[in-house]
C-alpha cells in the first residue's frame, strides 16, 4: 500500500508536477491513497490531473482511492466527479475500507 499526501494548494504552478507524481507511483500490485485532506484549493488543473490519474490506475487495472477535506468532497460532487467518478473518501481509514472491499479475493 502506498500512500502519497499532498498538503497547500493544487494549482496552475504545480498542478503538473504533482500529477506527474502520482502517476510515476501507479503500480498494479500496490493499491494506493491519495490523501488530499489538508489540500486547501484545488484548481481547474488539479482536478483534470486527478482525472488523468484515474485514467492511468484503469488503464493498467491498479487500484486507488482519494482521501479529501469535506470542502473538496462537495466541490467534487459538484463538477461531477465525486463518488460516481473518482473513488472519494473521506478520511484514510475510509479509503482504506474502499480498497479492502475491492480487493479481488483469492480462493
Known amino acids: 500500500m502506498a500512500v502519497v499526501t499532498i498538503c497547500g494548494e493544487i494549482d496552475a504552478a ?3 508536477a504533482v500529477g506527474r507524481y502520482l502517476r510515476s507511483v501507479v503500480c498494479v500490485t500496490r493499491p494506493m491513497i491519495v490523501d488530499l485532506t489538508a489540500v ?3 484548481g481547474a488543473r488539479g482536478m483534470h490531473q486527478l482525472m488523468a490519474l484515474d485514467s492511468a490506475c484503469g488503464g ?3 487500484q486507488w482511492a482519494l ?6 468532497r ?3 460532487v459538484r463538477v461531477g466527479a465525486g463518488d460516481h467518478f473518482l ?5 484514510i481509514g475510509a479509503a482504506l475500507e474502499v480498497l479492502l472491499l475491492r480487493a479481488p479475493r483469492s480462493s
Open 14 to 16: 504545480n498542478a503538473e
Open 40 to 42: 486547501t484549493f484545488l
Open 60 to 62: 493498467v487495472g491498479a
Open 67 to 72: 482521501a479529501a477535506n469535506v470542502v473538496l
Open 74 to 76: 462537495r466541490l467534487l
Open 87 to 91: 473513488p472519494v473518501s473521506g478520511s
